[in-house]
């Protein structure tokens, strides 16, 4: 499992006007290639009166499968500008399907790639981005006097508190950085000075809005 990785919010879409055509990006998150497919074929059922609905994707740890196509626009000016958008963001596990409805004016090659990557671009801001962290879970059970002492330093730092449950003591669910998690135990227990109970949990990906503003 990569300790981080970049990848888009759940679903989305935008459309923009250029020289009278219509492109319409619609970006969807997705893990599989079956996923991505079944995606692109549900757009393109959608408009299926549209001139062209081309795609591409980016799925894997490492991103071993890339697909782009072009849906009948010249060769290159579509499918490949849509998928080097999604290289050059470094977003894993992304599908992007931009419609287009011809307005009569020839944009040429160099306009259709400019287009279609612009369409990508703004579909994926629109969207929204995050950074997906491995993260490990700490539970930690703590006496009431030091809440106050404990809250204030976690949320100070680059851990993340989800949640608290309270009970005859405290339990305060803590996520830090995979590799961060002897560093973070020292620190609780020196903070502390050995007064809380520590309970080692699950590993989870923790998301970020990154989204360039």
């Known amino acids: 499992?990569?300790?981080?990785?970049?990848?888009?919010?759940?679903?989305?879409?935008?459309?923009?006007?250029?020289?009278?055509?219509?492109?319409?990006?619609?970006?969807?998150?997705?893990e599989t290639e079956e996923e991505a497919q079944a995606f692109i074929q549900a757009i393109k059922k959608k408009h299926h009166d549209a001139t062209h609905n081309c795609s591409a994707y980016m799925i894997g740890e490492n991103d071993q499968i890339q697909k782009a196509n072009?849906?009948?626009?010249?060769?290159?000016?579509?499918?490949?500008?849509?998928?080097?958008?999604?290289?050059?963001?470094?977003?894993?596990?992304?599908?992007?399907?931009?419609?287009?409805?011809?307005?009569?004016?020839?944009?040429?090659?160099?306009?259709l790639i400019r287009a279609y990557s612009r369409a990508?671009?703004?579909?994926?801001?629109?969207?929204?981005?995050?950074?997906?962290?491995?993260m490990k879970q700490i539970i930690v059970e703590s006496d009431y006097a030091l809440l106050g002492k404990l809250e204030n330093e976690l949320r100070s730092s680059?851990?993340?508190?989800?949640?608290?449950?309270?009970?005859?003591?405290?339990?305060?669910n803590i996520y830090v950085p995979k590799d961060e998690e002897e560093t973070a135990l020292n620190w609780l227990i020196n903070l502390t000075s050995n007064q809380i109970t520590i309970t080692?949990?699950?590993?989870?990906?923790?998301?970020?809005?990154?989204?360039?503003?």
């Open 200 to 213: 080692h949990g699950q590993m989870k990906y923790i998301e970020e809005d990154v989204t360039p503003q």
């Open 120 to 134: 990508t671009s703004e579909a994926l801001q629109m969207t929204g981005i995050v950074r997906r962290q491995l």
């Open 158 to 172: 680059s851990y993340i508190i989800d949640g608290m449950e309270y009970t005859d003591k405290v339990k305060l």
């Open 1 to 30: 499992m990569l300790n981080q990785y970049y990848t888009v919010k759940k679903e989305g879409s935008n459309q923009i006007v250029i020289q009278k055509s219509r492109f319409i990006g619609y970006v969807k998150r997705v």
């Open 70 to 111: 072009d849906d009948g626009e010249p060769s290159g000016t579509a499918g490949i500008p849509i998928l080097e958008v999604l290289k050059k963001k470094q977003l894993k596990d992304t599908a992007v399907v931009v419609t287009r409805y011809f307005g009569g004016i020839k944009l040429g090659a160099g306009g």
